[in-house]
């Protein structure tokens, strides 16, 4: 009778064992499976060049670290930054410092960049004039609503002597408000950057950002004004704010200071070539 019940309840000590090696082996691959999950990144993208520029230029680098890349597109400016901070995406690439810092600090958002891109500039763009001088009195211009690009938009018009804006402002942060003079008594009607390029059938000319204007297939060479970048606004990648000192935000700006990045962008056949570059690029390459 002893000798049975011993059995049983080695048997029970037998089992127990075993399904704590089951559980700790199961713990362990889903360990393993986590850590190639941090392998397999998403970067957000608004319509234009940056996602090609995702897949082309920066992907290549970041394949050879073992990551897995893809490329989300968001149809507006605003679902990219939010889907950073909610962890739906790991970065993006859409938008300018300028930018990314003005919404994140209004919306309570622990995001930010990573390193600046090459950018195209944003461009005065019509379907009925040929030049800004052909403007009249009460022409209507689309302007981009956010407040940054509208103040790109406004700096543009300033520097094309369209309109004139009052002195001793911060330019990066004007607004309608601060506009001195409009000799043609303009009508700047705020639209989604986005929507400006397929509004341009119902306006003089609009300011299109870069990124859209390339989505749009508007010819740069036709342009009535292109716009110089400063350097807050040039694009950037962006990421969670925990991640731009750990690996994620080292890999990232390692795979845009490569010889990958810098060879797909400087391509004589590259969409990219003739983007304005930012400050490290120029001081990096300036001998090449």
């Known amino acids: ?11 029970k000590l037998t089992g127990i064992v075993m399904i704590g090696v089951l559980a700790l082996g199961a713990l362990t691959g889903c360990g393993r499976r986590n850590a190639s999950a941090a392998k397999d990144i998403t ?11 995702v897949k082309k230029a920066i992907a290549p680098s970041l394949e050879k670290k073992g990551y897995k890349v893809s490329v989300r597109e968001f149809s507006d400016y605003v679902l990219p930054d939010q889907a950073l901070a ?13 930018y990314l810092e003005k919404f994140a600090a209004d919306n309570d958002l622990r995001i930010s960049k990573v390193i600046a891109v090459p950018t195209a500039g944003a461009g005065i763009f019509s379907d009925s004039i040929k030049s800004l001088k052909e403007l009249k009195k009460g022409d209507k211009i689309g302007i981009p609503n956010d407040p940054s690009n509208l103040a790109r938009a406004l700096g543009i018009l300033d520097k094309e002597k369209i309109i004139t804006l009052k002195k001793n402002i911060d330019q990066t942060k004007a607004s309608e408000k601060d506009i001195a003079q409009n000799p043609k008594k303009l009508k700047l009607i705020t639209l989604d950057a986005a929507q400006i390029s ?11 950002p870069g990124n859209y204007a390339y989505a749009a297939k508007l010819d740069f060479s036709k342009a009535l004004a ?9 694009n950037v990648i962006a990421v969670k ?3 731009v000192k750990g690996q994620l935000g080292k890999d990232l700006k390692e795979a ?11 391509d004589k ?16 390459y300036k001998e090449k």
């Open 86 to 98: 909610n962890g739906e995406i790991d970065a993006n690439l859409m938008q300018h410092t300028a």
């Open 198 to 208: 397929r509004s341009l059938d119902s306006l003089a000319a609009g300011v299109v």
């Open 226 to 234: 292109v716009e110089t970048l400063a350097e807050e606004y040039k």
């Open 269 to 284: 056949k590259s969409s990219f070539k003739s983007f304005q570059k930012p400050d490290w690029w120029t001081e990096k």
């Open 241 to 243: 704010a925990d991640d």
């Open 1 to 11: 009778m002893e000798e049975r019940i011993m059995k049983k309840s080695l048997k």
């Open 43 to 53: 970067i957000g993208v608004c319509a234009g060049p940056y996602g090609d520029m």
């Open 256 to 266: 845009v200071e490569s010889e990958d990045f810098y060879k797909a962008v400087s």
